[in-house]
């Protein structure tokens, strides 16, 4: 089983407080989306160039889509048969915190990748694991990936983005910007004062900002994961809606799932998981996390409700 995260409830507002201050973005396109780095003051000339260097390498090690990756080159060793490989340090640490979070989760959160999404027919995929999730099939150990099944690799879209969300953080640090929001594909990691977003209303149809939340100055992340952007057939029409994530628990769980957490890579990770779960599980387990989390759902007449788990992180 396979779980994408795929960001649409994220509105940027990033205005300050008070709309006072000036702003520069810098941006440009990573991992099949686009990036942008928004700051309270010019940057070093060499800052953008440096940003979309360090994507590119990112998107050169975790992509699945590309056939030069470091992760396509592991899943096709992997397609015939069991295979081990050392990866690099960047994969051998979202592989780590993937198989952190399906043992976590009882297996809900999978990066293990059977034969769908391109690694085969999509009709094999049961056939691959049927009931088995990643820690089940994957070993890491030190640096060497192991894949414990043929036809069985990764896929690390539901972490990629956050873990680089993070490593564009940690290179703005390092070059002395301590003001910053950061975001790809809708995943954001932020630092100073007056940020804001807007959370979507998880409706199908033209986009409504259901409110703004201002995120803390000492640093907080923020990713969302919801279905009600995907259709089959007529756009926004609601027997067309289906869902990104693989779960046989449709009717049970909430409509988006936001989280705000230290890291980007564990927001998207958590966001993920709280979305294909149950809604009693997914807030027994938000609120074992000790992290803040918004959940959306659709209530009478298309009135939006709202659960907010409490947190030591708002």
């Known amino acids: 089983m396979k779980h994408l995260l795929f960001l649409v409830t994220m509105l940027i507002l990033v205005g300050c407080r008070e709309g006072r201050e000036s702003r520069v973005r810098i941006a440009g396109k990573t991992m099949g989306t686009t990036w942008s780095v928004v700051l309270r003051e010019s940057p070093a000339d060499h800052l953008e160039s440096q940003v979309q260097r360090r994507l590119d390498e990112l998107e050169a090690l975790l992509s699945h889509w590309r056939s030069d990756s470091e992760v396509s080159v592991f899943n096709g060793l992997a397609r015939a048969a069991p295979t081990s490989m050392k990866v690099s340090a960047e994969v051998a640490a979202v592989v780590g915190a993937g198989l952190r979070w ?7 959160f999978n990066v293990a990748l059977g034969h769908a999404n391109g690694f085969g027919p999509a009709e094999d995929h049961a056939s691959a694991a049927p009931g088995r999730s990643a820690h089940e099939l994957l070993r890491l150990e030190d640096r060497m990936l192991t894949s414990l099944k043929a036809g069985v690799g990764l896929d690390l879209s539901a972490l990629g983005k956050g873990y680089a969300v993070d490593e564009i953080a940690r290179l703005l640090e390092q070059e002395g910007v301590h003001q910053y929001l950061v975001e790809i594909g809708g995943e954001i990691r932020s630092r100073g004062d007056g940020w804001r977003i807007g959370l979507e209303e998880p409706q199908p149809g033209p986009t409504r900002m259901y409110r703004a939340v201002e995120l803390r100055a000492e640093g907080v992340s923020v990713a969302t994961s919801g279905n009600y952007r ?10 067309a809606l289906r869902s990104h994530l693989v779960s ?23 966001a993920t998981s ?28 298309g009135i939006v409700q709202e659960i907010v788990e409490p947190s030591v992180h708002p």
């Open 230 to 239: 995907l259709f089959e057939g007529a756009p926004f029409s609601p027997a």
């Open 274 to 301: 709280l979305f294909v779960l149950p809604r009693d599980q997914a807030r027994s387990l938000g609120r074992s996390e000790g992290v803040r989390v918004v959940f959306l759902d659709n209530g009478v007449e």
């Open 102 to 108: 399906s043992q976590r989760t009882d297996g809900a």
């Open 248 to 270: 046989n628990q449709a009717e049970k769980r909430f409509r988006s799932v936001t989280v705000f957490a230290p890291t980007a890579m564990e927001a998207d990770a958590l």
